[in-house]
């Protein structure tokens, strides 16, 4: 029987190309100064916050087709002071000398940003200010041993028997009316209950001094589409656009010293204690669903909070005083304008 043979393949041949084609794009962007209609409207007093404002438009910012948002950067200046409304107080508990009673005294630094050194420096000043100065040898310090830790002394030259303890503000109180989610300053210092112990001298963990380490940028309005949830180990989880973290703040947060970037320098700055920009150009942005035949309004709230789910205003803005003087307080008017760029896709 005769079986045919099967020809030799040609390595000539093509298949037959097939164009695959990109989906098309288009920019949303988005400035936090464009909640002002004019500059004039952004002179108003008092002025206000980027971190929680509306864009309001007549017609629809963007029309449908489209099915997909994600954003591909941002550019957020950091204006947080790490030494705010949240974090500027703590009490100090002070035994001059073995027997005496405690006496509780409020120590207040200077509101704004400061380097780890600078905050030691602020809080020994201020107990040597206390009335009739219980303890003239105190000192705290930051980086002893080249690490990254507050250190404090009742008497540096270790000659009385004075101690001392840290206690944080009471929650919800005239003194701190803040929920118990809040960073205090006792909390900037790495301090634990071990410190809430009198004692002749004390060491906190490890911190850089952050009162904010990252913020979530949130938008209910480009977020209310998407099925899958975002989740968060925070005890309140909101669905954001983006997060931003202080650590990626760039060239010039860390001032370096002698030896540069250690902690025992007295520039040491980590990221947080002082004015930066941080950009962010997300290679993998978070995909946002969209539903095809629905336009992105024109309006459009964005609410920025802090790590702990507070919104970031809370930290920044002090009281306006209409008709007096002074006009703001000495903590109000923190806070960069920050820019997004949204990509929206067809597909």
Same mark, same amino acid.
């Given at each position: ?15 037959? !190309? ?7 794009? !288009? ?16 002179? !108003?007093?008092?002025?206000? *916050?980027?971190? /929680? ?28 002071? /790490? ?37 030691? #420096?602020?809080?020994?000043? #201020? ?5 009739? $100065? ?37 929650? $919800? ?20 209950? #071990? ?28 977020? $209310?589409?998407? *099925? ?37 320098? /007295? ?27 629905? /336009? ?17 205003? $809370? ?33």
């Amino acid at each position: 029987m005769f079986y045919p043979v099967a020809p030799l393949p040609d390595t000539n041949s093509r298949q037959v !190309a097939q164009v695959i084609r990109m989906p098309s794009t !288009a920019l949303l962007t988005i400035d936090s100064e464009d909640r002002h209609k004019s500059y004039p409207e952004g002179r !108003a007093i008092p002025p206000t *916050s980027p971190y /929680n404002f509306t864009i309001s438009k007549t017609e629809s910012l963007m029309p449908g087709f489209i099915t997909r948002v994600g954003v591909s950067e941002v550019v957020f200046p950091w204006g947080i002071p /790490n030494i705010n409304n949240k974090s500027s107080e703590i009490t100090i508990r002070i035994i001059p000398t073995a027997g005496d009673l405690p006496t509780d005294y409020l120590i207040s630094i200077p509101i704004g940003f400061a380097t780890p050194s600078a905050i030691a #420096a602020y809080i020994t000043l #201020a107990v040597h200010a206390l009335p009739g $100065n219980p303890i003239p040898n105190f000192e705290m310090l930051y980086g002893t041993g080249n690490q990254p830790y507050f250190t404090y002394s009742a008497d540096s030259t270790g000659v009385s028997t004075a101690s001392v303890s840290f206690q944080p503000l009471p929650y $919800n109180s005239a003194a701190y009316p803040y929920a118990s989610t809040s960073k205090q300053l006792f909390d900037v210092l790495g301090f634990t209950d #071990a410190n809430k112990i009198e004692a002749e001298e004390g060491t906190g963990l490890y911190t850089f001094a952050q009162s904010i380490r990252y913020v979530d940028i949130v938008c209910n309005q480009l977020t $209310n589409s998407q *099925s899958q949830k975002d989740q968060t180990s925070q005890t309140v989880a909101r669905d954001m656009l983006c997060r931003i973290y202080v650590g990626d703040a760039g060239p010039g947060t860390n001032m370096g010293g002698a030896p540069a970037g250690q902690p025992s320098s /007295n520039n040491f700055a980590p990221p947080g204690s002082l004015p930066t920009v941080i950009y962010r150009n997300f290679t993998m942005p978070k995909q946002i669903q969209w539903i095809p035949n629905q /336009n992105i309004p024109g309006f459009l709230q964005f609410q920025v909070y802090d790590d702990t789910g507070d919104l970031l205003d $809370n930290s920044l803005i002090g009281v306006y005083n209409a008709g007096s003087a002074p006009a703001f307080s000495s903590h109000f008017g923190y806070g960069f304008d920050w820019s997004m760029t949204l990509l929206v896709s067809e597909n």
